[in-house]
């Protein structure tokens, strides 16, 4: 069940991978599956700071892990 | 006023091909092994900017995937300043831009030592450098 306040973060693994990813999105690592990389998290920065007004710090190191799983992107926009 | 310009590039030869100019023009080679790339530095006047040829050597290295992407291209513009958290504050709370990294590195054309940060800004690839 996609919680529509993150559409926005569904819309822009669907539009790389398809509507499949959804079901996928929990489980995955989202790096080591090579479907983000250094560029995306920073695509991904912007994509939440557009949407939520939440500024991310891409430096710290927290950053990038939590980038590598769904639920913990949502859980640094939530922060 | 621009410092130098960075152009990433798969390869060395293609990026000289692409702006017409000759290895002997270059006048400093620095191999950074935290970023994984090797530095070409040519700087035809002291008056124009500096053109750093940033070339990787490993697969993740910090133009790598922005190869992978785009090919040989203009991957940022440089600045100096003397004041590098200065010019970082400057940024922090604007809409669309994210200090990406900051470190040291020694360049002799650059003046020697100097402390560095990487900015994306809305689209843009800036980089300030602050003599040591």
Do not use: W
Request: charged share 25%; net charge negative; with cysteine.
């Amino acid at each position: 069940m996609q919680n529509k306040k993150y559409k926005f973060l569904y819309d822009f693994f669907i539009q790389r991978e398809g509507n499949q990813i959804v079901e996928e999105l929990m489980n995955l690592d989202l790096i080591e599956s090579g479907i983000i990389d250094s560029l995306d998290i920073l695509e991904l920065a912007i994509l939440i700071e557009k949407n939520t007004g939440v500024k991310i710090d891409l430096l710290k190191d927290e950053t990038f892990a939590a980038m590598r799983h769904f639920e913990s992107i949502i859980d640094l926009v939530e922060k | 006023m621009i410092h130098h310009v960075g152009i990433a590039s798969k390869e060395l030869d293609v990026v000289l091909q692409s702006l017409t100019l000759g290895q002997s023009e270059i006048v400093e080679e620095i191999r950074d092994d935290l970023q994984g790339n090797i530095l070409y530095f040519i700087q035809q006047s002291p008056e124009k900017p500096i053109i750093e040829l940033v070339i990787p050597f490993r697969d993740n290295s910090t133009v790598s995937n922005y190869i992978k992407r785009y090919g040989t291209g203009l991957h940022h513009i440089g600045f100096k300043t003397k004041s590098l958290s200065l010019s970082i504050g400057k940024h922090k709370f604007l809409r669309g831009h994210f200090l990406l990294k900051q470190y040291e590195i020694y360049v002799e054309c650059f003046g020697g030592m100097v402390k560095t940060a990487f900015i994306y800004a809305n689209g843009m690839l800036i980089e300030y450098i602050e003599n040591v």
